[in-house]
């Protein structure tokens, strides 16, 4: 079991930054690929990024790519989530998620835990 907090979220203006971070419980944090995702108002929970288990290997959604970072911490069961130039387009709830795999996927499905979500908006 996984339990996934995420922090960070809030109100930034566009073209601003914003860092999200995600704790995770448990003593095998290392053995899970991690992931984010968003949801719009009236829209799917689309794919963000995702990170394999030991950091070396990322994924990105081709809208955020160049933008945004995902990193973690295995020591400090952490995963990040570094957002610049902030567009009103990535206004959202971001979810952290947690995969029982080496490497990430971009599919939802393929993602056992979840956490509450927060909210992040971005004004022009």
């Known amino acids: 079991q996984v339990q996934l907090v995420e922090s960070g979220g809030g109100l930034v203006q566009a073209g601003g930054s914003l860092r999200l971070s995600c704790a995770a419980s448990g003593r095998t944090f290392s053995s899970y690929a991690m992931g984010w995702f968003r949801q719009a108002p009236g829209k799917e929970r689309e794919f963000v990024s995702a990170i394999n288990w030991s950091g070396g290997i990322t994924y990105y959604a081709d809208s955020v790519k160049g933008r945004f970072t995902i990193s973690r911490d295995n020591v400090k069961n952490m995963v990040y989530l570094q957002m610049s130039s902030l567009k009103p387009e990535d206004t959202a709830v971001y979810y952290c998620?947690?995969?029982?795999?080496?490497?990430?996927?971009?599919?939802?499905?393929?993602?056992?835990?979840w956490g509450q979500g927060m909210q992040v908006t971005v004004s022009s």
């Open positions: 998620a947690a995969r029982h795999y080496d490497s990430g996927s971009y599919s939802r499905y393929e993602y056992e835990y």
